[in-house]
């Protein structure tokens, strides 16, 4: 069953009782939901949602937009990013960690382009 199939997880999410529209910021309001989102007890099984899904726009899991298509550049074959991020490659142990995962300078790094 992938993460798509269980939505159950979404009754813990520290952003159930925000309004719909606060994931959907920018600049600093931005930054204050990464930082509920690093809190969060289900942000693996978020950030896999958003990934699997394709998510085009907001913060989801602590990753914004930017991030998640310079992730999804980095790795184009992954096909079960719940498994992934549970993996021991360096990015996802990065992601795991509270914080701003450093996406997008390893996606410079390794001369992937961000958009
Ligand atoms: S990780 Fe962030 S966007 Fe995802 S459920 Fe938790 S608070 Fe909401």
């Given at each position: 069953?992938?993460?798509?199939?269980?939505?159950t997880w979404?009754?813990?999410?520290?952003?159930?009782?925000?309004?719909?529209?606060?994931?959907?910021?920018?600049?600093?309001?931005?930054?204050?939901?990464?930082?509920?989102?690093?809190?969060?007890?289900?942000?693996?099984?978020?950030?896999?949602?958003?990934?699997?899904?394709?998510?085009?726009?907001?913060?989801?899991?602590?990753?914004?937009?930017?991030?998640?298509?310079?992730?999804?550049?980095?790795?184009?074959?992954?096909?079960?990013?719940?498994?992934?991020?549970?993996s021991d490659?360096?990015?996802?142990?990065?992601?795991?960690?509270?914080?701003?995962?450093?996406?997008?300078?390893?996606?410079?790094?390794?001369?992937?382009?961000?958009?």
């Amino acid at each position: 069953m992938s993460v798509n199939d269980d939505q159950t997880w979404a009754a813990k999410a520290a952003c159930a009782s925000e309004p719909p529209d606060a994931l959907f910021v920018r600049g600093a309001a931005q930054r204050e939901a990464r930082t509920r989102c690093f809190r969060c007890e289900v942000r693996m099984q978020c950030l896999a949602d958003a990934l699997e899904s394709g998510a085009v726009f907001g913060v989801w899991g602590g990753l914004t937009e930017r991030e998640r298509r310079a992730l999804m550049r980095q790795y184009p074959h992954i096909e079960d990013w719940s498994e992934w991020l549970r993996s021991d490659d360096p990015a996802a142990v990065d992601i795991r960690e509270p914080g701003a995962p450093r996406i997008i300078t390893r996606a410079k790094r390794t001369e992937v382009p961000v958009r």
